[in-house]
């Protein structure tokens, strides 16, 4: 599938995600009621989502960034997660909130999970995903917190890649 800029269609508004982002950004500030958190933001796709978020978020807070891959260049994801970059902190005892752009096989969410819990003895661990593909999903995960459902279809925008672009869209769209 190629997608082309004239062919994207407006899934959610720069306007709906900021109005969302807010709304999930007072839950956390609720949840966490002033403690320091620790946000780990899965680079590439949640950069965008991640640098609005932590801009609501009212605690004392660090952001790491690690990366991963499960795409390469295709619209499909390849069923394996490859660890590009995963150097972390301690984070023994630390609130962890996992910022993620979407949940889609859920295989991603659930290495990064147990990947942390493995390697340490957080306080708490929350995984924060802009959107939730549900209809997709091969392993038993649940984002703790997201902005936005999506059905079976490949979205761009807003941090979101097509073969590494339109990641600085500010709205997310489709190809129908
Ligand atoms: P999972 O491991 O849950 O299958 O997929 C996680 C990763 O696949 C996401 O972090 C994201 O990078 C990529 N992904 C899944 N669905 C989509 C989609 O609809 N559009 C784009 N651009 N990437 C997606």
């Known amino acids: 599938m190629e997608i082309k800029l004239e062919d994207l269609k407006i899934l959610y508004s720069s306007e709906q995600l900021q109005t969302r982002i807010a709304e999930v950004s007072k839950e956390l500030n609720n949840f966490y009621n002033g403690e320091e958190v620790i946000a780990i933001c899965v680079l590439k796709g949640a950069?965008?989502?991640?640098?609005?978020?932590?801009?609501?978020?009212?605690?004392?807070?660090?952001?790491?960034?690690?990366r991963l891959s499960?795409?390469?260049?295709?619209?499909?994801?390849s069923g394996?997660?490859?660890?590009?970059?995963?150097?972390?902190?301690?984070?023994?005892?630390?609130?962890v909130l996992i910022i993620e752009d979407i949940v889609d096989t859920g295989l991603?969410?659930?290495f990064l999970v147990d990947f942390i819990h493995m390697n340490f003895h957080v306080k708490t661990l929350?995984?924060?995903?802009?959107?939730?593909?549900?209809?997709?999903?091969?392993?038993?995960?649940?984002?703790d917190y997201y902005c936005f459902?999506?059905?079976?279809?490949?979205?761009v925008g807003y941090?979101?890649?097509?073969?590494?672009?339109?990641?600085?869209?500010?709205?997310?769209?489709?190809?129908e």
């Open 126 to 143: 929350k995984f924060c995903s802009l959107l939730d593909k549900k209809i997709t999903r091969k392993v038993d995960i649940e984002p």
């Open 108 to 110: 991603t969410a659930k």
């Open 149 to 155: 459902d999506v059905d079976d279809k490949f979205v």
């Open 47 to 66: 950069v965008v989502f991640a640098t609005d978020l932590v801009r609501h978020l009212d605690m004392p807070l660090k952001i790491e960034f690690i």
């Open 70 to 77: 499960s795409y390469g260049s295709s619209t499909t994801t």
């Open 80 to 95: 394996k997660v490859n660890a590009v970059d995963i150097k972390l902190p301690d984070l023994n005892g630390k609130n």
């Open 159 to 175: 941090g979101l890649d097509y073969d590494g672009y339109y990641r600085n869209l500010p709205y997310i769209g489709y190809k």
